[in-house]
Nanobody, 121 residues
Framework: QVQLLESGGGLVQPGESLRLSCTAS???????IGWFRQLPGKERERVSC????????YYADSVKGRFTISRDNVKTTVYLQMNNLKPEDTAVYYC???????????????WGQGTQVTVSS
């Protein structure tokens, strides 16, 4: 099973940027990789996803135009570039893999420990 490790979180002010990294323990070019976030007491939500193959991407409406997902199969890393961050983006961010970018979180495995993103002035 492919295990994933998130990094790159931190504390930033509104309007600033962060780049999250999701690094795999082994090659993951055959998997779709999703980014998710969760606030305390709330359900985990899918933020973005990038497929294998042609690299088709998905974004939640709340992040469209501000977040960009990309993958580097050589480095076995998927990135989430987050621009113009807002306080409502504050959450723990996780990545996980699936065979395709599907909505159901049950399809995803290899969850990492998450990385905290805090957007506050």
């Amino acid at each position: 099973q492919v295990q994933l490790l998130e990094s790159g979180g931190g504390l930033v002010q509104p309007g600033e940027s962060l780049r999250l990294s999701c690094t795999a323990s082994v090659t993951f070019e055959f998997y779709a990789i999703g980014w998710f976030r969760q606030l305390p007491g709330k359900e985990r939500e899918r933020v973005s996803c990038i497929s294998n193959g042609d690299g088709t991407t998905y974004y939640a409406d709340s992040v469209k135009g501000r977040f960009t997902i990309s993958r580097d199969n050589v480095k076995t890393t998927v990135y989430l570039q987050m621009n113009n961050l807002k306080p409502e983006d504050t959450a723990v961010y996780y990545c996980a893999h699936a065979f395709d970018c599907v909505p159901s979180l049950k399809a995803y495995t290899g969850w990492g420990q998450g990385t905290q993103v805090t957007v506050s002035s």
